[in-house]
Nanobody, 116 residues
Framework: QVQLVESGGGLVQPGGSLRLSCAASGSIVRVYTMGWYRQTPGKQRELVARITAAGSTNYADSVKGRFTISRDSAKNTVYLQMNSLKPEDTAVYYC??????????WGQGTQVTVSS
């Protein structure tokens, strides 16, 4: 059984910062990618940022230069530093991991609200 536990969401004013964390535990053999997705009501879940085991990253165009993803492979933990937040960043953010065996796991989601 694999569990992903997210933390760090909340309410922040425009221009502010938040740091999301996601810790994976359980029967994880080897993690290939760790990432963050987000979803708003009525829209599809979209990739925000992803990082591979080798440290390669990719970001959605809308967050480039503002968000930074990092991981601690020894702890199977991934972070998302979000700066210069905008109201359009408001969403439920989900942690995702994909193993080298192509198993796919999701967290329960954490709400991020950017509002004055």
């Amino acid at each position: 059984q694999v569990q992903l536990v997210e933390s760090g969401g909340g309410l922040v004013q425009p221009g502010g910062s938040l740091r999301l964390s996601c810790a994976a535990s359980g029967s994880i053999v080897r993690v290939y990618t760790m990432g963050w997705y987000r979803q708003t009501p009525g829209k599809q879940r979209e990739l925000v940022a992803r990082i591979t085991a080798a440290g390669s990253t990719n970001y959605a165009d809308s967050v480039k230069g503002r968000f930074t993803i990092s991981r601690d492979s020894a702890k199977n933990t991934v972070y998302l530093q979000m700066n210069s937040l905008k109201p359009e960043d408001t969403a439920v953010y989900y942690c995702n991991i994909v193993t080298f065996s192509n198993d796919d796991y999701w967290g329960q989601g954490t709400q991020v609200t950017v509002s004055s």
